[in-house]
């Protein structure tokens, strides 16, 4: 009596653990869109990039956090303005979809990160935030210093 | 030095343009030596931070003007604190405080942030370790490792930290956000790294109120430094001698 | 005296599936709030920025000091060798187990990231009481593992005595922990009393045992075991001591409260001005969960009925609640003072007694933390021989 019930309850638990492995079967291919352009290389070899990306990033994440390093080459904000850029149809891929830079490869190799959760999934001039903000702010002051004025909105 | 050059050209011209009211004339000229002299100070990027400097604040309410909301609208705006309709629950960095004296009724107006304590609650409770105090005196989250368990929040004596109730869209690339973490006041890291000053004080003296100095508290010869010890200023709650970066004239 | 038999229960009967059903259920119900909770955001809470820790930590925290108190009574067969209580010492320990992964499952699935559980176990503060108490309820488990082991082996009979020790210091350090865990914020006026901790101690004795005495008893009964009322009346006196114990540490922490100026106000607060905050410390705390329990102990007339006795542990467990909700939701709501002298006004809260409703979801979590402890009880006792097959009364 005791054995089926302890049977039965290892069955239950055993299904529960083996869920994930069975649930997730054939995930197609990642479609790895890299940016394009005459010398636009990564910030390592492709090889190098492939097999240690995250190490680079996570040891950047420290040095910012910790001794305020703010070295540009490995820092994730620059990962993403080269990395993500509009498509062919001008819409930049959100890291919701397989299309963002950084999503498909990981989605096919059953990676999950969190990073977007809080990080920025684009450059900086293509986040809207509606009212006027750092992001606007600065982009508006580009437009503003080539145009040859300084003096403010009016 | 002409990279530094144009870098101050265009920090200059961002000021100008973020005001919205002041005379921006009057600002291009007041600017240039204060940004000079912060660009000249400012550490390179790749060089870590170091002990001998202590980023503080002096806050003088007397210049504070009530319902003047300058420095929170600028730290909203540059850590991308959206306003969710849920004042109970939403992230405020910067609050305003009205203050009323009960004997003599007098009033008057501050911005309470994180004092940045030396000795900080938050950073001895933190069980992951998570709340920390870099080297130069910033009390920061790193919100790679909270848990989001809220024991800082409990054992903050200002109630300057927040926890992020739900999740944050269109951040900005440099104040990272989001569900299920606790944030405060980071005295703008991202920009002090780079030799700027924090969006607030940046704003408050754009308004023209002047009422918010920042430096290096180790300095002698730093404005903070010197109006300290010209002037004077309180810490919050200095009983409990945590030794805040934050000063406060006037209270 | 006379050997005790232990036996697994049969548990084969629709009761008992019924009853692990129900709590399962109750569990389920549980992790459905958790889902919503943690997909939305703590929005969806009654828990916020002002009142930070909310009905979860009043469950976990309730759950993990009846913990320590509910291994009182294998301690106190075993440490104070009172053999009386030697045949309920096994049970004693599978309920502290119990009891505190209920509060450990609340606690971690209300983190605003339970999915860096990860981190939570591989990055220590040292300096954090929090990181301390996490060691604590680790070893808690190892201890008071080894200890039932020790218990149940006849090899290992021997040292069952050291264990037992161990694990009575060790559940006094724990509960130290637990009441620390409030007494280190110096910031909050409702918890800068060092006596804290004593009185968290001295509360784990009385809920640890109405647990105890309640899930002995419902086992018993729905077991069709024999449990005599010699035993039954011990704790039901020691419960009473213990109730008493706890009113009087009430008591002495308020009015030592009252003798530091800088305490009035909370005090004011607590006792006097905090609307339903004062109704719940008076009403809930004091009279039902304080005084009616201890008159209904010593009350003429109904000494051996368990009806009474079952009435009276609920009332102390539902008292047990109501003084975390004081301790926690309380001592939150009274305003911080950082500007002695000044009336205070702002956009966050400042200078108000924040306001604090919980929501269903935070209930369902609690209660089906209470749920996950009762299950572990009630599957254990099923597959090993943690019960006595008979407590009737010796002669």
Known sequence: MTNRFLRITFLLVGLGLLYPVLGSADTPKPVIHEPEGEGVKCVHPEEEMKRNHMNYILHQRDDTMYDGIRTEKHSLANCIDCHVQPGK??????????EHFCKGCHEYAAVTIDCFECHADRPQKFINRGGKNNASLQQDLQTMLSAGTASGDQ | MSANKSKVAVNNSRRAFLSKTASTAGMITIAPGVLLHQVANAKPDDQPISEKVRWGMLIDTNKCEKGCTDCIDACNAEHSLTDNGRPESDTQYIRKVTLRDKSTGHELSLPLMCQHCETAPCVDVCPTGASFTRKDGIALVDKHICIGCRYCMMACPYKARSFVHEAVKNQTLSAPRGKGTVESCTMCVHRVDKGETPACVEACSKGM????????????????????????GKQLRADLQLNTAVRYRGI | MKKIEYSAIKGNSLGYYGLLGGLGLL?????????????????????????????????????????????????????????EYEPLARLSGLLAIA????????????????????????????????????????????????????????????????AGMAAFVWRLILTTGTGSIFGFLVARSAYDAALLAPMFIVMSFAFGLAIFILVLMASYHWSGRELGDEIVARLRNLLGVF????????????????????????????????????????????????????????????????KTLSLICA????????????????????????????????SFFDGVVNDYTPSIYEIALGVGGVAVSLLIVAFVIKVLPFLPKSLADSK
């Open chain 3, 315 to 346: 009332l102390v467990i539902l008292g047990g609640l109501a003084t975390m909700y004081t301790v926690i939701i309380a001592g939150q709501a009274y305003p911080l003072q950082i500007f002695p002298g000044y009336e205070v006004t702002s």
């Open chain 3, 27 to 83: 569990m389920l119900i549980g992790l459905l709030a958790v889902w919503h909770m943690e997909h939305q955001g703590h929005w969806v809470t009654g828990m916020n920025n002002q009142i930070v820790w909310g009905m979860p930590h009043v469950f976990a925290v309730f759950l993990i000091v009846a913990a320590s108190g509910a291994l009182n009574v294998a301690s106190v067969a075993s440490v104070f060798r009172k053999e």
């Open chain 3, 99 to 162: 009891l505190l992964a209920g509060g450990l499952v609340v606690l971690l699935l209300d983190l605003g990231r339970p999915d860096r559980l990860i981190v939570a176990m591989t990055y220590y503060n040292f300096k954090s009481i929090f990181a301390w108490n996490i060691i604590l309820y680790t070893g808690f488990f190892a201890i008071v593992g080894i200890y039932i082991w020790f218990m149940m082996d006849h090899n290992m009979y021997k040292f069952k005595k050291t």
């Open chain 1, 89 to 98: 149809d001008g819409k930049i891929a959100s890291i919701e979809t397989e």
């Open chain 2, 209 to 232: 109120h002047d009422a918010m100095i920042f430096g290096d508290l180790n300095d002698p010869n730093s404005k903070i430094s010197k109006s300290l010890a010209q002037y004077g």
């Open chain 3, 243 to 306: 109730i008493a114990a706890v009113l009087y540490f009430v008591a002495v922490y308020h009015l030592t409260n009252l003798y530091i100026t800088e305490h009035h106000g909370f005090e004011k607060f607590i006792l006097m001005e905090g609307g339903s905050y004062t109704k719940i410390f008076w009403i809930g705390q004091i009279i039902l969960g304080g005084l009616i329990p201890l008159a209904l102990v010593y009350a003429p007339g109904v000494k051996n009925c368990r």
